[in-house]
C-alpha cells in the first residue's frame, strides 16, 4: 500500500468494554511499532515486532494489553476491560528494520481512541 | 534502556528567525530520525540521520554519533513550522524523545 493504513481511525467505547486496533504496514516492511501519545505529550512505547515475533513487550502498561501480528504483516492491538486512562492516540510505525540499512520510520496517521 | 533526552521542551520565534533544537542520547544508536509532529496529529518524517549532516531547503540537521547527540535547525521559520519535534533513536527498537514544542508567530 501507499502508506501505514489503521483502523479505526476513531473509537469511543465504554469503561470495561475490550477494543481491538488495526494496523497495516507498509508492503515488505519488517518491523512494526506500537506507540501511545496522550494528549500533549510524546510517543511512548508499547511494543516492536521483527517479522511475527516480538523481542520487546517491556512497553506494554498491564496485562490487558496485548498485540499480535501474523503473516509479517498486519498487526492487531487489543486492550481489554479499558479503563479511561487508555484514552489516547495510538500510533503504529513500520520499516524495513534490519533487511536495510537506510531503513527510515513511517506512521500511520494513528487511532484515537476514547474511554468513556 | 536508553535515555533521549531533547532541548529545548519549548520554544517560542517570530516569523523569519532562526532555531536549533538538540537531542542528546545515552547509548549508540543504530540510526536516529528527526519528526515533525503537525497541529493535526500526522508524524511527517524529516531526516534520516545516524551520522553526518543532511540538508533539506530551510531544514538540515547534524548527527555526531561519537558524542550521542544531534542538531536540527530551522532558518528562516515560517507559521506553518509550528507543531512538536520529535527525535527518535534505534538501539535495538525505536525510542522517542519528549520533543520540542515549536510555536512560529506571524
Known amino acids: 500500500g501507499a502508506g501505514v493504513s489503521q483502523s479505526p481511525s476513531n473509537k469511543v467505547t465504554e469503561k470495561g468494554k475490550d477494543v481491538e486496533l488495526r494496523c497495516d504496514p507498509i508492503s515488505g516492511h519488517t518491523a512494526l511499532y506500537w506507540y501511545r501519545q496522550s494528549l500533549g505529550q510524546g510517543l511512548e512505547f508499547l511494543i516492536y515486532f521483527q517479522g511475527n515475533s516480538a523481542p520487546d513487550k517491556s512497553g506494554l502498561p498491564s496485562d490487558r494489553f496485548s498485540a499480535e501480528r501474523t503473516g509479517g504483516s498486519v498487526s492487531t492491538l487489543t486492550i481489554q476491560r479499558t479503563q479511561q486512562e487508555d484514552s489516547a492516540v495510538y500510533l503504529c510505525?513500520?520499516?524495513?528494520?534490519?533487511?536495510?540499512?537506510?531503513?527510515?520510520?513511517?506512521f500511520g496517521n494513528g487511532t484515537r481512541l476514547t474511554v468513556t | 534502556g536508553i535515555q533521549v533526552e531533547q532541548s529545548p521542551p519549548d520554544l517560542i520565534l517570530q516569523e523569519g528567525a532562526n532555531s536549533t533544537l538538540r537531542c542528546n542520547f545515552s547509548d549508540s544508536v543504530n540510526n536516529l530520525q528527526w519528526f515533525h509532529q503537525n497541529p493535526w496529529g500526522q508524524l511527517i518524517n524529516l531526516f534520516y540521520i545516524p551520522s553526518g549532516t543532511k540538508q533539506n531547503g530551510r531544514l538540515s540537521a547534524t548527527t555526531v554519533a561519537t558524542e550521542r547527540y544531534s542538531l536540527l535547525y530551522i532558518s528562516s521559520s515560517q507559521t506553518t513550522d509550528s507543531g512538536v519535534y520529535f527525535c527518535a533513536v534505534d538501539n535495538n527498537d525505536m525510542r522517542f524523545g519528549a520533543g520540542t514544542r515549536l510555536t512560529v508567530k506571524p
Open positions: 510505525a513500520s520499516s524495513f528494520g534490519q533487511l536495510l540499512i537506510n531503513s527510515p520510520l513511517h
